[in-house]
């Protein structure tokens, strides 16, 4: 495939395609909002929320003019919480289950929960300490949602905690894969200084496996917490991958963070394999990088779709339309190799497989072409397999097999969270969810190393 970012404009003429699409409320909107709460005993909103932040106490603190004593609230609980205020299915989490809901509309918790952890950025705010130093050292390996929540709280604890991640930022998917009109990198990187603060050392552009090694790791730290994440989309598996006009999904994204933009994408017909979070993403940076059609194919229909409502919702704002029950068969190029058709077909679906969704089966005799300049794959990501034997892990298929309350691994020094130990249709992978996890592993250390420290005595 070569090069495929070779055309690229930094800080031109698509920039402006690509700033945050919604604004921050202000000063009024937020104390208006704030006062509608009705701070609920026995909130269920703080029950929805899978790291458990105090959201009656924040937007009160909100409604009293006390904002950064509201981002502290938040915070304390998710050390992702202004990465998560952009990207977490309120609708879904905290926000559905607002008692609102039954008379009029709920408290806007996610747009509150911006003003209060913008206003701590724009200040310059430190909101947290490092604990007293207890003389033990953790590895994490990724900087993640995940990795960052376990190094935050291990930092509190006292523990001496260096992160290796393999980028040349920390943050995981926040700065690096989720796309900069919904989440802007200095977001996620605020939040990685917010950890640094703490005395966390951060190892950039450190591969395990390559630059250091999983066994000194474990020999050399009293804990290690492995949080890396997926890895890259896989092949299609069809003919014709090699022709010019592939595209990862998460390249694709990754480069517009890095406010690069393609220009091969202009008046281009674009069509977007998957139907997840990354093929929304995918499909509307494609529409922002100046394609004249993007379309979504997906083998299952709309009721199978991964993607969050409100991410569908923002996809078909954007124009982007969807083809259900299709696949590709086959892309076909022309004499120069680029891209020019794509083979499809129509699917039906049967039985429900394992995870419980219909089976998508080919419908024989349904094959049709569609022209296309441009194909981006977001059918899932890949595991870090590689990586997971480093460190001689048990696994299924790259899922790490780790106890469901300590995310203890098989090795006894070495605990996991976040993607790596999320298992396909068990639950959802959010990043407030690998942040909890992340929260849940560095407890279960710090128990852990001081029962052992008092055994010792």
């Not at 703490?198 to 949080?227: M, P, Q, W």
Request: proline share 3%; aromatic share 8%; glycine share 8%.
């Amino acid at each position: 495939m070569g090069n495929l970012f070779q055309n690229l404009v930094p800080n031109e003429a698509l920039e402006k395609n690509f700033t945050e699409s919604k604004p921050s409320y202000n000063a009024q909107e937020a104390l208006d909002e704030a006062n509608r709460c009705l701070y609920c005993y026995d909130a269920p909103c703080i029950t929805a929320c899978p790291t458990g932040i105090d959201i009656p106490t924040f937007i009160k603190k909100i409604a009293s003019g006390n904002v950064k004593g509201s981002a502290t609230t938040i915070m304390e609980e998710n050390p992702i919480g202004a990465s998560c205020a952009r990207v977490c299915p309120t609708e879904e989490l905290c926000e559905g289950a607002c008692v609102l809901n039954d008379s009029t509309k709920p408290i806007m918790i996610g747009d509150l929960q911006r003003f209060a952890t913008d206003w701590a950025i724009k200040n310059e705010q430190v909101l947290f300490k490092a604990g007293r130093k207890n003389g033990k050292r953790i590895a994490i390996v990724g900087s993640g949602p995940a990795g960052l929540s376990a190094a935050r709280e291990l930092a509190r604890l006292g523990y001496e905690v260096t992160v290796f991640e393999a980028k040349g930022e920390a943050g995981g998917l926040d700065t690096h894969g989720i796309v900069p009109f919904r989440l802007p990198k200095d977001i996620s990187l605020w939040e990685v200084e917010q950890v640094e603060s703490l005395g966390v050392e951060f190892r950039t552009n450190t591969v395990v496996g390559k630059d250091i090694f999983a066994a000194d790791l474990v020999s050399a730290y009293d804990s290690v917490i492995l949080t890396a994440g997926m890895s890259k989309v896989p092949m299609l598996g069809i003919e014709g991958e090699d022709l010019k006009g592939i595209y990862d999904a998460i390249d694709l994204v990754e480069e517009t963070k890095n406010e690069n933009y393609s220009t091969e994408f202009i008046g281009k017909r674009v069509a977007v394999i998957g139907a997840g979070n990354t093929a929304v993403d995918g499909a509307t940076t494609s529409v922002r990088l100046g394609a004249d059609n993007v379309k979504i194919l997906y083998r299952r229909t709309e009721a199978e779709m991964s993607a969050y409502d409100f991410e569908y919702e923002f996809a078909k704002q954007d124009g982007v339309e969807f083809r259900w029950l299709v696949t590709p068969k086959r892309l076909i190029g022309d004499d120069n190799g680029n891209l020019k058709q794509m083979e499809c077909v129509h699917m039906e679906l049967k039985e429900a497989e394992s995870d419980g969704r219909m089976r998508p089966v080919e419908i024989e005799g349904s094959e049709f072409l569609m022209d296309i300049d441009i194909v981006v794959k977001a059918i899932g990501q890949t595991r870090h397999s590689q990586l997971i034997d480093e460190f001689a892990l048990e696994h299924s298929g790259g899922v790490v097999k780790v106890d469901n309350e300590t995310y203890l691994t098989s090795h006894p020094k070495v605990y996991a969270a976040g993607d790596v130990v999320f298992e396909k249709g068990v639950g959802e992978a959010m990043a407030v969810s690998a942040a909890q996890q992340g929260k849940e592993a560095a407890y279960s250390i710090h128990q852990q190393l001081t029962a052992t420290e008092m055994e010792s005595v």
